[in-house]
């Protein structure tokens, strides 16, 4: 089994990835490319990067042993607390990476897309400890129902752009993202929120999220004696908290990797967001992926009860990884996300974010062996979603 951890020099995961971008992105994505993995290789990045993530998010984020859950199951259930760092999220892990190497690149305003709207608080808090300039570009319906993270933005002083265009969501706020900067090609550094777009976009955001993973392996090995649980769960949209979760063990294949994809109403309902399942190669905001699409290649609209999983494809490693076999895909409708996100808090007293609970659902989907040890990557928190659980439940 071929899996591919690393892009190639042409920022391909086996058959996809690469950068397809407009003329007037070249020089931006070029920039880039050419100097972050020396700049994120330098003693004064990772001096300053470290430091924050240990002082300011407060990392490293606990590995929790759910009781509770885990009786109920007849396993050994940890979760990864990333919903315990500083914005609420994994989010800032990359917002704070991407701003440092913006900054030594001499960039002087920031820019991001967001769905659920945690990569946008975490940019917009980015921006306000670097003081530097931030707009923050949001699908119309996702304004609408993150309204408390739209709210934080602002006090944290971004500029939130409503996105009329398409479905109003996560993949028209790209969109637009994308268009400004082909405007703005000079001073301005797109800080992208997961492994999606053109290289070296999917590697880079990757490896700033790698520490969760890498925190996973000592934690677990001061735990339980082992590095290596039986499975590693995470829910995947782009795949941003996926590929951080799963980074230090994709090229272990004793530990089982799985990625709870957002099914909506059903896969065959029309209105699901589960690329694996409905989607098919094809090209989407940069890059050569798995995504949702007509027979001419028009993107299908995602649906999803979750903002942040509400996206017609996921990111090139993610696709390689499908493709290869090395992580198994599981997919998740709204109600099953509901239920398991309320049990997650009667049991355990933690209301996890309704993209975290696709990734709680799929343990009454796997065959879960007595006794064995699973790591769930929490990957947000609850309060954004308080009003979409009371709605529904």
Not at 233 to 238: F, L, S, T
Request: with cysteine; aromatic share 8%; charged share 25%.
């Amino acid at each position: 089994m071929e899996t591919k951890l690393k892009p190639d020099e042409r920022g391909y995961f086996g058959s996809f990835g690469g950068a397809f971008i407009p003329e007037m992105m070249q020089a931006n994505v070029t920039e880039l490319r050419e100097n972050y993995k020396q700049i994120m290789a330098s003693d004064e990045f990772r001096q300053e990067f470290e430091k924050l993530l240990s002082d300011y998010v407060g990392r490293p984020s606990p590995l929790y042993l759910a009781t509770r859950l885990s009786d109920k199951y007849g396993a050994h259930i940890y979760l990864k607390r990333e919903d315990l760092n500083h914005t609420g999220s994994h989010k800032i892990n990359n917002a704070l990476g991407q701003i440092i190497l913006a900054k030594k690149l001499g960039k002087k305003k920031i820019i991001a897309e967001t769905g659920a709207g945690q990569h946008g608080v975490a940019t917009a808090t980015a921006c306000a400890l670097m003081g530097i300039e931030c707009v923050v570009f949001m699908g119309e319906i996702d304004v609408a129902r993150q309204a408390p993270n739209v709210g934080r933005m602002k006090m944290l002083g971004a500029t939130v752009v409503p996105v009329s265009s398409g479905s109003k969501t996560l993949k028209d706020a790209t969109n637009e993202a994308m268009r400004y900067w082909i405007s703005n090609p000079f001073d301005t550094h797109y800080i992208i929120g997961s492994v999606v777009g053109p290289h070296p976009y999917p590697d880079m955001v990757a490896r700033f999220q790698s520490v969760i993973s890498e925190e996973i392996r000592k934690q677990l090995k001061e735990k339980t004696g082992t590095e290596f649980p039986d499975r590693v769960i995470a829910c995947v949209g782009g795949g941003s908290n996926a590929s951080g979760a799963f980074f230090h063990f994709i090229e272990d294949e004793q530990v089982e990797l799985i990625a709870a994809e957002a099914a909506g109403k059903g896969l065959e309902s029309g209105f699901t967001a589960a690329a694996t399942f409905k989607g098919k190669s094809g090209i989407l905001h940069g890059s050569k992926t798995l995504f949702m699409q007509t027979d001419d290649g028009q993107v299908v609209e995602p649906h999803s009860i979750s903002a942040g999983l509400d996206y017609p494809g996921i990111g090139p490693a993610l696709a390689h990884w499908f493709e290869s076999g090395r992580v198994k895909y599981e997919a998740v409708t709204d109600e099953e996300a509901m239920t398991a996100g309320k049990e997650l808090c009667l049991l355990e007293g933690i209301i996890p974010a309704v993209e975290s609970a696709h990734a709680l659902a799929t343990l009454d989907k796997i065959n879960i062996r007595p006794g064995e040890t699973i790591v769930i990557n929490l990957s947000g928190r609850g309060d954004k979603d308080l009003e979409t659980y009371l709605e529904r439940l």
